[in-house]
């Protein structure tokens, strides 16, 4: 059996796999680090033990105690963005002498 799909959500946009009985040919998204993927499909369920880990907590939670951990995970994503924004906003300032003076670098693959 040959089905052709076509990724219309997130993370597949773009993406076209072919899948010719459990072999799956995957054009990828544009951008995408590879061209083609070829994959051996061997019927087994996708699993990722973090995402298990925490259904299964979320699942002996109570509403309450759900919303407590929902915004504990955005104030962490938040500190999270927060601290790369400074570290990007420090690593773009140039260097300054001790005179406050810009430095200029020795060579041109320094900058």
Known sequence: MITVRRGDGHP???A???DIGRLRLIRCAPGHL???M???RRRLPEFDRDSYERLKAARAMSP???RALDEAYAQ???ETRMREQRERELTSRPALSRLG???RPLHP???
């Open 12 to 14: 597949t946009w773009g």
């Open 16 to 18: 076209v796999w072919i």
């Open 34 to 36: 590879n061209n083609w």
């Open 38 to 40: 070829i994959v051996w």
């Open 64 to 66: 309450e105690q759900l």
């Open 76 to 78: 962490e994503a938040r």
């Open 101 to 103: 003076a810009p430095v």
């Open 109 to 111: 693959l320094h900058e």
